[in-house]
């Protein structure tokens, strides 16, 4: 994994070409991308009865459409080189229908429904794919509401640390017999 001196950063609010041009970039910095960690996400907290299409399509263009397309984009790679890991970041939303809107819980589920298709064809290929799907963890702008009120629905009686989320993903990448699972990391929000 690249270090900090080396990130190649993300193209906000581009198009569908954004994703095939940041892997070019990345491969051209780096070298092939045998790790993939989908991270980038929109969480514009709105009513369903106020949700355009632009609104939605934004939404799935952000949180679905890019994570595949970078998988599309890597995989292949990945399946010559006999190696790879894809790890997509999903949400306690995509189960729970959470407070963001319809619109983020949709394409948060699309990313679960993601996970399950590319890790069930790509495991014989030494690829695993996985997501994890967090909820309310401080320090990020996908709070959907105030600390404290968020605190008391949280069985663990606190929010969730960016680092709880970083240490949780770097054991998934690590394991090479994890696939085909999506992880809540939630303080014991939804139980599964």
């Known amino acids: 994994m690249p ?7 993300a193209q906000h609010g581009a198009g569908p070409e954004a994703p095939a041009a940041l892997v070019e970039a990345t491969e051209d910095k780096l070298g092939p991308v045998d790790v993939l960690v989908s991270n980038a996400g929109l969480g514009r907290r709105q009513y369903f009865e106020d949700i355009a299409s632009s609104d939605f399509d934004d939404m799935i263009a952000v949180n679905l459409r890019s994570p595949f397309l970078l998988a599309q984009r890597v ?3 990945m399946r010559e080189r006999g190696f790879g890991r894809v790890l997509f970041m999903s949400s306690v939303a995509a189960f729970t229908g959470g407070s963001v809107g319809p619109h983020y819980a949709a394409s948060k589920a699309g990313l679960h429904g993601l996970t399950h298709y590319l890790a069930v064809h790509l495991a014989s290929y030494g690829i695993t794919v996985n997501a994890l799907a967090p909820a309310l963890v401080t320090g990020t702008a996908m709070l959907p509401g105030d600390p404290e009120e968020l605190r008391a629905r949280i ?3 606190r929010l969730g640390r960016p680092e709880e989320v ?3 993903a ?3 990448l690590r394991n ?3 696939t085909n699972q999506v ?8 139980p599964r």
């Open 3 to 9: 270090g900090d001196d080396q990130h190649v950063p």
């Open 75 to 77: 995989v292949p790679g």
């Open 155 to 157: 069985p663990a009686g």
């Open 166 to 168: 970083a240490d949780l």
């Open 170 to 172: 770097a054991a998934v």
């Open 176 to 178: 090479a017999y994890l």
């Open 183 to 190: 992880i809540g990391l939630d303080g014991g929000m939804y």
